[in-house]
């Protein structure tokens, strides 16, 4: 089974500092990363994501994550954070081909003047 | 281009009672996936459609049932509803070919009460 783990479920930053969002996961054969991003009464919206290739992945609005998988993480970066960036970010996994997702509980960015 | 819609936005039930949520794929998507969200949590993936047929599903009891349609849009229907179905329902379209990647509608919010 796969599951994933999001440490910190509220971080709170300052406008224009490092945005850093952590999430390790665990799963039995390769997996497929997400970042998704919800915004108050909203869906979800798709940030980024890993499949194959290059470990770091660039997504909107400035993030970016890296596959480590001798860790097992996919953590969510921006060096930047905006007044907008704030609300919950959610971590994904799904095996290759099965496109069922299995989510982490959250982290919800604040960000601060 | 539109995106994944949903219907209706918000829904009022009493416990006991039948309801059916409606979602519009997004165009050229061909696979629909199904979740509730819990408030504060992650989704939880309840079942996916794809060419009609369920392709997947997650623990969640028989009485939650779907349908996809032959323009790929869907309906979710929960029998029996019990309090702890309040939640907010999201549907998400992924189009052919491999990735996995999912694009979620605005949810619908379920309140049993």
């Known amino acids: 089974a796969q599951s994933v783990t999001q440490l910190g479920s509220h971080v709170s930053v300052s406008e224009g500092a490092l945005v850093l969002l952590r999430c390790n996961y665990s799963?039995?054969?390769?997996?497929?990363l997400f970042w998704y991003v919800q915004y108050p009464n909203q869906g979800l919206q798709l940030l980024l994501k890993y499949t194959t290739g290059a470990t770091l992945v660039k997504g909107i609005n400035g993030f970016e994550a890296e596959f480590k998988k001798s860790e097992t993480s996919f953590h969510l970066t921006k060096p930047s954070a905006h007044m907008s960036d704030a609300a919950e970010y959610f971590c994904?996994?799904?095996?290759?081909?099965?496109?069922?997702?299995?989510f982490g509980s959250g982290t919800r960015l604040q960000v601060q003047p | 281009e539109t995106g994944v819609t949903q219907s209706p936005t918000h829904l009022i039930k009493t416990r006991g009672q039948q309801v059916t949520l409606r979602c519009s794929s997004q165009s050229g998507h061909n696979t629909v996936s199904w979740y509730q969200q819990a408030l504060g949590q992650g989704p939880q993936f309840i079942f996916q459609y794809y060419r009609e047929e369920e392709n997947g599903r997650g623990n969640f009891p028989p009485r939650f049932s779907g349908l996809q349609f032959p323009n790929y849009s869907s309906e979710l229907n929960v029998n029996a509803l019990e309090l702890d179905d309040s939640a907010l329902y999201l549907c998400a379209s992924s189009p052919p070919g491999p990735g996995d990647e999912q694009y979620f509608g605005p949810g619908t919010r379920l309140t049993v009460t």
């Open positions: 994904a996994v799904s095996h290759m081909g099965r496109r069922a997702l299995t």
């Open positions: 799963s039995s054969v390769p997996p497929y």
